[in-house]
């Protein structure tokens, strides 16, 4: 898929504001710092659109990015960020799982996992949550250009076996990627692209 546009259009705290339009949406949760902002900046190929940074804790809001007018990213604060306090801890996680629970647009939602770490409870709690709650997502690894290609096998390998022996019946669906050097831009897109022809036809049908 080409990527004609990509502008933002807002950033709130509360899911009742995000845009209204039916349009499918993608969003990006994960650890702070696993590079969800990078990712989306290399998707879309603009340096600067969603803000990113070496320290954990950049993004703090729900950011809405439309994509060639008619599908949208979003930008999410990270789950497990230490420095907040456990107040702001709560308000986040209350508006996050809102917008998780609330949100009819989201078609899927993509769990970025550093490829580099071993499982990490917190992901794998979060994953099972959504499991249960019936939010369909994938998982995509980062920073793969910090591994040697035997070492990234190995550590998925080591991932899809501690997801079968947890809770899974299969691996869920997963991309290897990396904002460095573009590793699994296609594979992401095109992802998405066959998401948003599945959604626009189901939407002609109903008309
Ligand atoms: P929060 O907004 O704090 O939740 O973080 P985030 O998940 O949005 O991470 P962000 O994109 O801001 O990136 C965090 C750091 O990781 C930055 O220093 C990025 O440059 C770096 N980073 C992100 N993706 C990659 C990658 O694929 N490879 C490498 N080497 N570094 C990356
Ligand atoms: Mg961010």
Redesign the pocket.
């Known amino acids: 898929m080409k990527i004609k546009t990509a502008d933002f259009v807002i950033s709130n705290s509360d899911v009742a504001k995000c845009p209204k339009e039916l349009l499918p949406e993608y969003a990006?949760i994960?650890?702070?710092?696993?590079?969800?902002?990078?990712?989306?900046?290399?998707l879309t190929e603009k340096k600067r659109l969603?803000?990113?940074?070496?320290?954990?804790?950049?993004?703090?809001l729900i950011n809405h990015f439309k994509i060639n007018g008619n599908w949208f990213l979003v930008?999410?604060?990270?789950y497990g960020?230490a420095r907040v306090s456990k107040k702001d801890k709560k308000t986040f996680q209350k508006y996050i799982t809102d917008y998780f629970e609330q949100r009819q647009q989201l078609v899927c939602s993509f769990v970025?996992v550093d490829i580099r770490h071993e499982p990490q409870k917190i992901d794998m709690e979060f994953m099972q949550w959504m499991g249960e709650s019936g939010i369909p997502f994938c998982i995509i690894f980062?920073?793969?250009?910090?591994l040697k290609p035997k070492a990234i096998e190995t550590h998925v390998k080591a991932y899809e076996q501690k997801m079968l022996a947890d809770i899974w019946e299969e691996m869920p669906q997963y991309f290897i990627?990396?904002?460095?050097?573009r590793t699994g831009r296609e594979g992401v897109l095109n992802f998405i692209d066959n998401i948003n022809l599945d959604y626009f036809d189901q939407q002609k049908k109903q008309l």
């Not at 994960?30 to 290399?42: D, F, H, Q």
């Not at 969603?50 to 703090?60: C, E, V």
């Not at 930008?75 to 990270?78: R, T």
């Open positions: 990006f994960g650890r702070s710092n696993v590079g969800k902002s990078s990712l989306i900046n290399t969603a803000k990113t940074s070496g320290r954990p804790g950049k993004t703090q930008d999410l604060p990270g960020y970025l980062t920073k793969a250009d910090k990627t990396s904002s460095s050097n």
